[in-house]
């Protein structure tokens, strides 16, 4: 048994190691295909691991809610999805940025059909936080409710989870409007990560999809497009 926690550790240590890689190398090499695909088939590979022993790994892995290293709560959370367990106490979580972009991406590739339940349990029910990621994820899942969703996050929400709204809003294809960017951005201070990450997605995105902007009569804009992809 010792042996097998042995090797449960160097997975989850690994699987963490090539997250905060993979981070690292979407920022700097702006998603470069290569290199994603092969770290992703090798997080696959560790995350698989730690999933078949998921009944042993709760002396090797923080819970989702405890982790706080980003590597640690992406691979805390893409176990929790893959086995549908342990996701719940997420909904009442604070956390940031880089916290909510490693629950998203854990649950946008490894959640089941329990995963999903778990997600629209925190929509209805969960903080802020857990509420901005499950507004994304509807957005990435291609969820009818999405827009509906997402409107309503940047219209009754406030802080990250307008910021969220905005960001299913684009991926979405939905036009927002420009001065509606620059408000939400402001309303970002206590992470400034959520700000700084936002208009750099924002501009990246426009960049890449050829936003189509169009002065409006008070002389603001609008843009549609993806957004936010981390």
């Known amino acids: 048994m010792g042996a097998r926690v042995d090797i449960l550790e160097q997975h989850a240590e690994e699987a963490a ?12 090499l702006d998603g470069n295909a290569r290199q994603t695909r092969s770290l992703l088939a090798r997080i696959d590979a560790h995350v698989d691991a730690l999933t078949l022993f998921a009944g042993e790994v709760s002396g090797v892995l923080a819970l989702p809610e405890a982790a706080t290293d980003l590597g640690e709560r992406f691979v ?22 880089e916290g909510h972009v490693a629950v998203r991406d854990a649950l946008l590739r490894y959640a089941t059909p329990k995963g999903r339940a778990v997600v629209n349990g925190w929509l209805a029910e969960g903080g802020d936080a857990a509420r901005g990621v499950g507004v994304e994820l509807l957005a990435r899942w291609g969820d009818p409710r999405a827009v509906k969703v997402a409107m309503r996050a940047v219209e009754r929400g406030s802080g990250p989870l307008r910021a969220a709204g905005v960001c299913a809003l684009g991926r979405a294809g939905e036009t927002v409007a420009a001065e509606t960017v620059s408000e939400v951005m402001r309303g970002c201070p206590k992470d400034a990560a959520w700000g700084r990450r936002f208009w750099t997605r924002w501009c990246t995105q426009r960049r890449r999809w050829r936003w189509r902007w169009r002065a409006s009569g008070t002389g603001g804009g609008s843009t549609s497009g993806g957004c936010c992809s981390g």
């Open 17 to 28: 190691f090539l997250y905060r890689r993979l981070r690292r190398s979407r920022r700097l």
């Open 76 to 97: 805390a959370t893409a176990v929790a999805a893959a086995g549908g367990e342990g996701l719940a106490a997420l909904g009442g979580t604070a956390f940031g940025y």
